[in-house]
């Protein structure tokens, strides 16, 4: 299929229908609004948290109705960006993703599948680049013991702090920013995938440990987890750049505990593979029940150079439709500025119960020196 072509099936696609997460199919199946357990979607509240840590299922001892539904969510997104310093301005379809979740049969095991039909951004040369056709996220989750859990797939290593149920456009440096690989591979596209960052998605394996509290919630307690990410990345590809990549030697050893109660949370993580290294403390709080506030810094090694990075922030509810957010980021490397990024959030839902649909705009401004960057994010949630 040729790009143009791609790109007008995923219009029509987005037309008929649109998601934001899997928040509709359960809100079509339990006959929710997205607010049960979301503060905004797709930020998780308390109630979010304990559903998604129960392997999608409801508190057994407060049982819900459920409908029938297909178990199948898309979400669709227009993006146009402005490079005020470079007088560069580009509005594109940035991504048509399908995606399910839920519980495997009768069985304690959950899976969750996030697939991208269409996938693009803008390159540093300014070209969109096409990686459409692959998987965001594609795992299973096994309960082992009350206690014990295994996660096997491709999966974000860290799990503290969930990027992809950020309301900003853009991940917080302190999480998404990389360790370069210790040797080039064959391709380029395979070098990059060698690289490191806790946020970033690769094919892995996760045995977890976690002490529950006594507040009852399936999500609080102490979280103590290895994981052994994989060099690859899943694919059903539609371009070079979204190839099908698997290297078995595992990156390193990524080591994570942290605290959790409702959406407060403490704790750290570390990283050590071959010549590179990393290690970083994290916490997030919610001040008031208007006020979210969040911080990391970590200390980051490589043969070549050795710098601390940190991500600050905070986000104010409004309304139940409206958020706005500051975040700073900033790293020690020399030549590196601070860049300040200024969002909000508006999520309008809409339709019936067994419809159950929403329109999402997100807008943010990168304030750093020579690189002033809005961006806007369009979505259609079904």
């Given amino acids: 299929m040729n790009r143009r072509r791609l790109l007008l099936s995923s219009i029509t696609v987005g037309i008929l229908s649109g998601e934001l997460g899997a928040t509709p199919q359960f809100a079509r199946k339990y006959q929710v609004d997205c607010s049960y357990c979301h503060v905004a979607p797709p930020r998780l ?29 898309v979400w669709n997104t227009f993006d146009l960006e402005r490079r005020h310093t470079a007088d560069f301005a580009k509005g594109f379809p940035s991504r048509v993703e399908l995606i399910s979740a839920g519980p495997i049969a009768s069985t304690r095991a959950a899976y969750f599948i996030e697939w991208r039909a269409l996938s693009q951004n803008i390159g540093g040369d300014r070209h969109l680049v096409n990686r459409s056709g692959r998987f965001e996220d594609l795992f299973v989750r096994v309960p082992l013991s009350n206690a014990i859990n295994v996660t096997a797939g491709q999966f974000r290593a860290l799990s503290q702090i969930d990027v992809s149920q950020r309301l900003s456009l853009s991940e917080p440096l302190a999480f998404s920013s990389s360790l370069p690989a210790p040797e080039p591979a064959r391709t380029s596209r395979l070098t990059g995938l060698r690289a490191f960052s806790p946020s970033g998605r690769q094919p892995a394996v996760r045995l977890e440990f976690q002490r529950e509290s006594s507040s009852g919630s399936p999500a609080d307690g102490w979280h103590t987890s290895v994981t052994l990410p994989l060099t690859g990345e899943l694919t059903i590809p539609f371009t070079d750049a979204a190839s099908f990549e698997f290297e078995a030697k595992p990156k390193g050893v990524f080591l994570e505990s942290y605290r959790r109660r409702g959406t407060t949370t403490f704790g750290g993580h570390a990283f050590a ?26 200390r980051f090694w490589t043969p070549a150079a050795a710098d601390t990075r940190f991500s600050v922030g905070a986000e104010y509810t409004l309304s139940r439709f409206l958020i706005g957010g500051a975040r700073l980021d900033d790293r020690t490397a020399p030549n590196v500025d601070p860049a300040l990024f200024l969002y909000g959030n508006v999520h309008l839902p809409f339709g019936s119960a ?4 929403a329109m999402r705009l997100q807008v943010e401004q990168r304030v750093q020196r020579r690189n002033h960057i809005t961006t806007i994010g369009l979505s259609h949630i079904f």
């Fill in 45 to 73: 509240n308390a109630q979010g948290l304990a559903f998604l840590a129960n392997g999608y299922r409801m508190d057994p001892i407060q049982p819900m109705p459920s409908h029938s539904t297909v178990p199948l969510a």
């Fill in 273 to 298: 593979g071959d010549d590179r290294r990393l290690g970083s403390l994290v916490a997030s709080h919610d001040l008031t029940s208007r006020l979210a506030l969040f911080g990391a810094v970590g």
């Fill in 354 to 357: 067994t419809w159950r649909q």
